[in-house]
T-cell receptor
């Protein structure tokens, strides 16, 4: 069966420090991968998605970047964190297939920038 | 551009009352529509999808292409239905992204 791992679960980082959140998927190949930010009152905001190795689409211009160095690995990064980067970050994967697709979510990372 | 709107941030109903969570979308093509649910301390997960035409936990959703809506309904709400609900769409093409609405928190009161 397929599983998705996202870590760390919680992270407290000072302003100006770098960030690296990692997400890996097991049990499937060539998944679509996503990074979302879940903010209270603002719902689920798509940050990046990837349909293949090295292919990243950015939905919202911001202080963050994403990379996909391997088929089932998706990394969210920042060179210098801002206070506004605090939030709950979710990684997800989906199969190809339009109507038969389903997005599967990780447990999330609570990032607090201090 | 694809967009999903959910006008209600919070919806409170009493147990046994009908509930309707509203969802509207904008997309130039024919998207596929989904409802996702997040119960307290659990992962966000799929509740139902339009193409399956199914009823899950008593919930149904009808796609109205004329009104570009996909409202979620249940005739008799239960306390365990309290959760965050997200409407989502994906284009009917391969390899495209999921777009979620802002979510509606449903609170079912005893």
């Amino acid at each position: 069966s397929q599983t998705i791992h996202q870590w760390p679960a919680t992270l407290v980082q000072p302003v100006g420090s770098p960030l690296s959140l990692e997400c890996t998927v097991e049990g499937t190949s060539n998944p679509n991968l996503y990074w979302y930010r879940q903010a209270a009152g603002r719902g689920l905001q798509l940050l990046f998605y990837s349909v293949g190795i090295g292919q990243i689409s950015s939905e919202v211009p911001q202080n963050l970047s994403a990379s996909r160095p391997q088929d089932r690995q998706f990394i969210l990064s920042s060179k210098k964190l801002l206070l506004s980067d605090s939030g709950f970050y979710l990684c997800a994967w989906s199969t190809w297939g339009g109507a038969r697709s389903e997005a599967f979510f990780g447990q999330g990372t609570r990032l607090t920038v201090v | 551009a694809q967009r999903v709107t959910q006008p209600e941030k919070l919806l409170s109903v009493f147990k046994g009352a009908p509930v309707e969570l509203k969802c509207n979308y904008s997309y130039s093509g024919s998207p596929e529509l989904f409802w996702y649910v997040q119960y307290s301390r659990q992962r966000l997960q799929l509740l139902l999808r339009h193409i399956s035409r199914e009823s899950i936990k008593g919930f149904t959703a009808d796609l109205n292409k004329g009104e570009t809506s996909f409202h979620l309904k249940k005739p008799f709400a239960q306390e365990e239905d309290s959760a965050m609900y997200y409407c989502a769409l994906t284009p009917d093409n391969y390899g495209q992204n999921f777009v979620f609405g802002p979510g509606t928190r449903l609170s079912v009161l005893p």
